[in-house]
DNA sequence: TAGCCCATGTAATTGGTTACATGATTGA
DNA sequence: TCAATCATGTAACCAATTACATGGGCTA
C-alpha cells in the first residue's frame, strides 16, 4: 500500500516554489523524471483535493491584459502555494520511513532470465538487450554529471542543493554499477570465438 | 504502455518447469522477487487466459486418492505447460528490445530530495531514511551471495544457470553500489561534530 | 491568421494488489 | 479432529497513464 505519495510529491515541488499544475508537470518531467514523474491525470485532482484540504492555497495570477484593462478576466492560470498546515503534512511525512523498494519489476533481468528460451537468436537478442541497457546508463550519467554541474553553478546558494546533489548521486552510483556489470555481462555472453586461422 | 509482461513472466516460469498456479506465486515471490513479483489477482485470470489462446496447456494431476481407487474426482491441481505456441510466443517477446527502465518511483529519493523541509529533525530523518536503506541493501547483497551459492550447487548442470546468475549479478552491482552511495550519503549528512572537549 | 505553446481538466483504460470466499489434503 | 498448508478464484479497490476536449495568448 503506497499510500498516496503523489499529494508529498506536489506538496513538496510546491515548496520548492510556487507552481500551476502545468509547471508541475514541467518540474518532474525535467527536474526528477530520473526517480519520479507524475501525469496530469494525478496532479489536477490532487491538487483540487489539497486545495479543498487547506494543504495548499491558490494565488490566481491575472493575465497582463487584465491587469492593464481592469477587466475581470478569470486568472489565466492557478500557482498554488502550500501552506502552513501543508508544510506540517509533508513534514510528517519525511519523517517517516520509507518504502523499502522502488521499482520491483526489471523487465531486462526478467528477458534475461528466460533468455535461453530465445532459440537460436537466445544469445543475440541477450547481447543487444545487455547493450541497448549500456547505453541507456551511459547517457544517463552523462546527463547526470551535466546536471549537477548546473546546479552547482545556478544554485550555489539554494539551501536544497546538499539534498538535490545526493539523489544526483545515487543515479550516478547506481548507473556507473549497471555500466559496470554490463560489461561483465557482455563478456558472459560472448559469442565463442571463430577458431583461430592456423 | 508496459503491454502485458505478466503474460510472458507466467509464459517464462512455465518453461523452466510445468506448474499450477499457486506454485507460480511461489516461484515469483521465492525465486525472483527481487526483480518481479506477480500476485494471484493476476496469475490465474492470465492462466485461463494463456490456455484459451493455446500458449499452455492444462495436465490435470490426479490426486493419489483417485488414482488408486478409480474414483472420478476432479483433478487436485491444475498443472500448467507450455505449448510450442506458448514457447514461440515467448521468442518474440524475448526478441523485442526491453522497456528502457524500471521502477521510476524512488521513494527515498523523493524525500532526500524535499528532506530539508522536514524541519529541525530534518537532518536526523534524512539519515536515518540512509541507514535503513543501508541495512536493507546489505542484507540483499548476503542473500545474492546465499543464492548464488545455492543455486550453483544445485542447478549446476542447467542450460539457464548462466542467465539465472547474470540477473543475481545486476542485484550485486546494484546493491553494492548503493551500499557505497549510503556511506557517501552518511558522511554528508553527518551531524557537524559536538565541539571537542579543552 | 495560422500555428504553437500555455493551461486545465476528465474519461477510459490498464496494471496491479488486497482481501476475501471456499474447500481439499495432510500430518500432528 | 484440529491446524496448517495447498489450491483456486473473484470483487473491490488503487495508482497511474493515455488520450482527448477545450480554449487563451503570443508571435511570425
Known sequence: MPENRTRYA????????PMSGYDL??????GVSF??????????????QLKIEGLVVDAGEKTE???RTGVPAHPRRAVYTVTPAGREALARWLAEPAEPQGGRRLEILLKLFFARQGGDRA???????VADFRA???????????????????HAAHPDLPFWLLTLS???????ALVAWC????????????????
Open 10 to 17: 506536489v506538496l513538496g515541488a510546491l515548496t520548492v516554489e
Open 25 to 30: 508537470k514541467r518540474f518532474f518531467e525535467q
Open 35 to 48: 526517480f519520479w514523474t507524475e501525469s496530469y491525470g494525478q496532479i489536477y485532482p490532487i491538487l483540487k
Open 65 to 67: 491584459a487584465a491587469t
Open 123 to 129: 544469445a543475440e537478442s541477450a547481447r543487444r538487450l
Open 136 to 154: 541507456n546508463h551511459a547517457a544517463l550519467l552523462a546527463t547526470y554529471t551535466a546536471t549537477e554541474a548546473r546546479l552547482r553553478a545556478e
Open 170 to 176: 545515487y543515479g550516478e552510483h547506481v548507473s556507473r
Open 183 to 198: 560489461d561483465a555481462a557482455g563478456r558472459t555472453l560472448a559469442a565463442p570465438p571463430t577458431p583461430p586461422a592456423p
